[in-house]
């Protein structure tokens, strides 16, 4: 089994920063990609940033130059810079990670979600 946990989730005002952390740990063999989605009240799941494993990485236009996405492949973290955040940012953050498992094989794993929300 593979754990997802978050953490760096929330207040912050308008044009303000935070970065959230997100450590797997279990029976991982290797990850593929990692990422961070969002849910707002009311409106479906949505891509925020993701990274492989070789580095490539990919943002919603939403966020483009302000939020940056790392990940440490020795420790198996996953790292979300916010910059100049704006309230239509507040959301749930949920990790993301695609992990091939010393037992299970390939599966999608999720974390238990951290808030965010901007607001003066």
């Known amino acids: 089994q593979v754990q997802l946990v978050e953490s760096g989730g929330g207040l912050v005002q308008p044009g303000g920063s935070l970065r959230l952390s997100c450590a797997a740990s279990g029976s991982i063999f290797a990850i593929n990609a990692m990422g961070w989605y969002r849910q707002a009240p009311g409106k479906q799941r949505e891509l925020v940033a993701a990274?492989?494993?070789?580095?490539?990485?990919n943002y919603a236009d939403s966020v483009k130059g302000r939020f940056l996405i790392s990940r440490d492949n020795n420790n198996h973290t996953v790292d979300l810079q916010m910059n100049s955040l704006k309230p239509e940012d507040t959301a749930v953050y949920f990790c993301?990670?695609?992990?091939?498992?010393?037992?299970?094989?390939?599966?999608?794993?999720w974390g238990q979600g951290t808030q965010v929300t901007v607001s003066s």
């Open positions: 993301n990670a695609l992990v091939a498992t010393t037992t299970r094989g390939l599966g999608t794993y």
């Open positions: 990274i492989t494993k070789g580095d490539s990485k």
